[in-house]
């Protein structure tokens, strides 16, 4: 039983992650909580589908279909779909009707499908159609900019880019962090540490809440229940 997932950076600012998967033997998979939206296309018996899938604010059991392949596209923190809100796809998903292996159909226009390969010039058509934009003023504070504007246009504009606020990106990303240290065999107390959470007890129940495991079972492979998408950032 496996779910095996490739992933690579991409130098496109609009992109986070680009991924691939195959499924063999697997029911289902933890789907970790992510602060990314995502555009997912797969392929199963012979029918290819397409969605849009929303950050996803907690970890949550997913079914996964057997013998499937998947290719998805993982899109930058503050870039977004206009005709589509980031904050109405929070833990939910939007279905792209009308997919085949080789085309879709995209804001009434036809697409080839992407791949695991061309995914970026896929994004640039999307940015100068118009389909994809992106808010300079979230990557700049998660950088550490302190924005010419006021706490609640920055708030506001964070949750209207992010379907998030600040500090659920934060938490997310930084039980995100734990998790690989955990599996790359960092001690919890080191973890606790280095990351800034008040204890062990507190850095159990970020674990759970948006990863779905525990340190202990962080640290032992898990075939029958494997997790998603986890890089090291």
């Given at each position: 039983m496996s779910l095996v997932i490739e992933s690579r950076t991409s130098e496109l600012p609009y992109i986070e992650r680009v991924w691939r998967s195959r499924s063999?033997?697997?029911a289902r998979m933890m789907s970790v909580a992510t602060a990314h939206w995502e555009l997912v296309f797969w392929e199963h018996r012979g029918r290819t589908q397409a969605a849009v899938l929303g950050p996803e604010p907690r970890a949550s059991r997913a079914p996964v279909p057997d013998d499937a392949?998947?290719?998805?596209?993982s899109f930058a923190l503050g870039t977004s779909m206009p005709h589509l809100p980031v904050s109405s796809l929070v833990g939910?998903?939007?279905?792209?009707?009308?997919?085949?292996?080789?085309?879709?159909?995209?804001?009434?226009?036809?697409w080839h499908v992407p791949d695991y390969d061309n995914?970026?010039?896929f994004v640039l058509r999307m940015v100068r159609e118009g389909?994809?934009?992106?808010?300079?003023?979230v990557p700049a504070v998660l950088g550490g900019a302190r924005p010419d504007v006021s706490d609640r246009t920055l708030q506001r504009r964070f949750v209207a880019a992010t379907g998030l606020t600040q500090g659920a990106v934060?938490?997310?990303?930084?039980?995100?962090?734990?998790?690989?240290?955990v599996q790359e065999g960092v001690p919890a107390q080191d973890v606790v540490h280095r990351l800034g959470y008040?204890?062990?007890p507190h850095l159990a129940?970020?674990?759970?809440?948006?990863?779905g495991r525990s340190a202990t079972r962080l640290s032992l492979p898990d075939g029958a229940e494997p997790l998603s998408l986890l890089y090291k950032t």
């Amino acid at each position: 039983m496996s779910l095996v997932i490739e992933s690579r950076t991409s130098e496109l600012p609009y992109i986070e992650r680009v991924w691939r998967s195959r499924s063999d033997d697997v029911a289902r998979m933890m789907s970790v909580a992510t602060a990314h939206w995502e555009l997912v296309f797969w392929e199963h018996r012979g029918r290819t589908q397409a969605a849009v899938l929303g950050p996803e604010p907690r970890a949550s059991r997913a079914p996964v279909p057997d013998d499937a392949v998947f290719f998805g596209i993982s899109f930058a923190l503050g870039t977004s779909m206009p005709h589509l809100p980031v904050s109405s796809l929070v833990g939910g998903n939007a279905e792209i009707p009308d997919v085949t292996r080789r085309s879709l159909w995209l804001k009434g226009s036809a697409w080839h499908v992407p791949d695991y390969d061309n995914a970026e010039a896929f994004v640039l058509r999307m940015v100068r159609e118009g389909i994809v934009d992106q808010d300079p003023i979230v990557p700049a504070v998660l950088g550490g900019a302190r924005p010419d504007v006021s706490d609640r246009t920055l708030q506001r504009r964070f949750v209207a880019a992010t379907g998030l606020t600040q500090g659920a990106v934060r938490q997310i990303q930084r039980a995100r962090q734990a998790a690989v240290l955990v599996q790359e065999g960092v001690p919890a107390q080191d973890v606790v540490h280095r990351l800034g959470y008040f204890d062990q007890p507190h850095l159990a129940r970020s674990l759970s809440r948006y990863i779905g495991r525990s340190a202990t079972r962080l640290s032992l492979p898990d075939g029958a229940e494997p997790l998603s998408l986890l890089y090291k950032t």
